[in-house]
């Protein structure tokens, strides 16, 4: 039996006359204090105001057309009807803007958060992201790859298009994978705290468990994110015949992705009407948290999907590491590291005023090898594979269209 919830009787009368006196909610952060690198471009008008600027921005940035063709969850399928990144981010966009819009907070700002978060995520979702971290890590000793980290190092180093410092904050805090019960935003109002935080995260492997938006906006999007995949990934699985029917526990918050969805915004709105940050019931977190800890044993560990991964994709990877380092080391323009990477940037960046500390192609090579590889989607790193190693020993069988 389905369960829907619904926001008490008195919450919505106090909605309904607080928007009758056109009250607004002095916790949203507003348009005109929005702050950028350069802060004499991008200049907010009525037709194209401060934050949708930036939705638009990170819309038109090239990177967001592959978010079409890379893993949400499951890479080895072909399947039309499991989700892509593309997708995802679109519901994290709907489900943010939703709550957020009944507590009164900046829509566009959280669009804009949502639209960008995932844009730095590797080929093969999470085990990609994994992956390619470990081999950085061999190859320099230094750096963490985390995809949130470098979705914002895409939209501020790669291509340099004066995204607002809120919104690349909410993009870099948000993290899928800590659920928290109450969300409170932190200070921080200029770039110079916002570039040691970003720093941190490279260098500290602890620093990303401890980022917090500096928005309500972001602190939403965040929670959105898991909102947004909890129920989804439990309908793809089942759909893929990977999950027998709702063999989850059910709780205070339903089995189903309609029900998750709607039973944690009103509980969230609930909870955090008129208040400076974010707020769930005690028992709406432990079930998030028993159901997460739900689809990591019968999902993200599933043994035949994590074995294909660890067999095939990492070794592609490795291969494909090493060869695009020593193109980038050798310095042939004829190269495809060269051709389809470093040309591609250039012609990115052709019109933009850059900020970046060094120019792009003058960065170090095992970092631009990252962000060669990160920024590939699925079916393009195969290819890449198969075109570099014509008699390579790995490969990616997919389950087709009628196999199921």
Same mark, same amino acid.
């Given at each position: 039996?389905?369960q829907?919830?619904s926001?008490? #009787? ?5 909605i309904?006359e607080?928007r009758?006196?056109h ?9 005109? /204090? ?8 991008? /200049?907010a ?5 401060a934050?949708v ?11 967001y057309?592959?978010?079409?063709d890379?893993t ?7 399947n039309?009807?499991?989700?892509r990144r593309?997708?995802h981010v679109?519901?994290?966009?709907r489900i943010?803007?939703n709550?957020?819009s009944?507590l ?12 960008g ?7 093969f979702?999470?085990a ?7 081999l950085y ?13 470098? %979705?914002?190092?895409v ?7 004066n995204? %607002?410092l ?12 800590l ?12 770039f110079?705290?916002y570039?040691k935080?970003v720093e941190?995260?490279?260098?500290d ?8 938006p500096c928005?309500?906006e ?9 909102i ?11 759909r893929?015949?990977?999950l027998?029917e ?18 944690? %915004?009103?509980?969230i709105?609930?909870n955090?009407?008129? #208040?400076d ?12 948290r028993?159901a ?8 993200y560990?599933? /043994? %035949?999907?994590?074995d294909l991964?660890?067999?095939e ?14 193109q ?8 495809v ?6 040309a591609y ?7 933009v #005023?850059s900020h ?6 003058e960065q170090?090579k095992n970092?631009l090898?990252v962000d060669?590889l990160?920024?590939m989607t ?11 190693f014509?008699?390579?020993?790995h ?10």
């Amino acid at each position: 039996m389905a369960q829907y919830h619904s926001l008490s #009787k008195e919450l919505q009368e106090r909605i309904l006359e607080d928007r009758e006196k056109h009250k607004k909610n002095p916790y949203a952060f507003p348009d005109e /204090k929005i702050v950028r690198r350069r802060m004499d471009h991008d /200049k907010a008008n009525l037709w194209r105001p401060a934050f949708v600027r930036d939705v638009e921005k990170i819309m038109h940035v090239p990177y967001y057309n592959r978010y079409s063709d890379k893993t949400q969850v499951f890479s080895f399928y072909q399947n039309d009807d499991i989700s892509r990144r593309a997708l995802h981010v679109q519901l994290v966009s709907r489900i943010a803007r939703n709550i957020g819009s009944v507590l009164g907070l900046n829509e566009s700002l959280i669009e804009a958060i949502s639209l960008g978060h995932d844009i730095g995520h590797t080929p093969f979702g999470h085990a990609g992201e994994r992956i390619l971290s470990s081999l950085y890590q061999e190859h320099t000793g230094r750096f963490y790859f985390n995809h949130n980290v470098h %979705s914002v190092r895409v939209l501020d180093d790669m291509v340099n298009w004066n995204i %607002s410092l809120q919104t690349l904050d909410g993009i870099l805090c948000h993290n899928g994978e800590l659920e928290l019960k109450e969300y409170r935003p932190c200070e921080m109002s200029t770039f110079v705290e916002y570039d040691k935080k970003v720093e941190a995260c490279y260098v500290d492997e602890k620093a990303i468990g401890e980022l917090i938006p500096c928005t309500l906006e972001g602190c939403v999007m965040r929670i959105c994110d898991i909102i947004a995949y909890l129920g989804k990934d439990r309908q793809d699985a089942m759909r893929l015949n990977l999950l027998k029917e709702s063999p989850f526990t059910a709780g205070a918050i339903g089995t189903s992705n309609g029900e998750i969805i709607n039973n944690f %915004s009103v509980n969230i709105i609930e909870n955090s009407y008129g #208040k400076d940050y974010l707020k769930m019931d005690e028992e709406y977190f432990d079930a998030l948290r028993q159901a997460k800890k739900e689809n990591y044993e019968m999902i993200y560990n599933n /043994k %035949s999907l994590n074995d294909l991964y660890e067999n095939e994709i990492r070794p592609m990877f490795g291969e494909l590491y090493e060869e695009l380092l020593r193109q980038a080391e050798s310095g042939d323009k004829s190269s495809v590291f060269y051709r389809h990477h470093m040309a591609y940037m250039e012609k990115n960046n052709f019109y933009v #005023k850059s900020h970046v500390r060094k120019p792009y192609a003058e960065q170090e090579k095992n970092q631009l090898v990252v962000d060669y590889l990160a920024s590939m989607t699925d079916d393009y790193f195969i290819a890449l594979y198969h075109y570099l190693f014509p008699k390579g020993k790995h490969d990616v069988k997919f389950v087709g269209y009628f196999d199921l």
